[in-house]
């Protein structure tokens, strides 16, 4: 069983820079793959990002290719998303996930664990 609590979102303007974290609880984090994923209002929750358990193997949704980026720090039991030159239409609230699967995956069936989420607003 995992626990995952993101943090870090907030009210930006189009342009500027945001890091998110998930802390994860239990001593089994450095096992799961983990991922970024992120539903706008009416929208289906879409992937962002994800690492392999690792963080060796990274991956990436082509609408934020270059602009964010995923580390995870398996002694704090934390993965990041480093969001730069954010747009209006990276607004979404931001879920964390765990997956037990072997290799980065984008697959959301394939996380069994998610976080509540944080929210992201990016204005013009």
């Known amino acids: 069983q995992v626990q995952l609590v993101e943090s870090g979102g907030g009210l930006v303007q189009a342009g500027d820079s945001l890091r998110l974290s998930c802390a994860a609880s239990?001593?089994?984090?450095?096992?799961?793959?983990m991922g970024w994923f992120r539903q706008a209002p009416g929208k289906e929750r879409e992937f962002v990002a994800a690492?392999?358990?690792?963080?060796?193997?990274?991956g990436y949704a082509d609408s934020v290719k270059g602009r964010f980026t995923i580390s995870r720090d398996n002694a704090k039991n934390t993965v990041y998303l480093q969001m730069n030159s954010l747009k209006p239409e990276d607004t979404a609230v931001y879920y964390c996930a765990a997956s037990p699967g072997l290799g980065v995956t984008l697959k959301r069936s394939e996380y069994d664990y998610w976080g509540q989420g944080t929210q992201v607003t990016v204005s013009s």
């Open positions: 690492i392999s358990r690792s963080g060796s193997n990274t």
């Open positions: 239990g001593r089994t984090f450095s096992r799961y793959v």
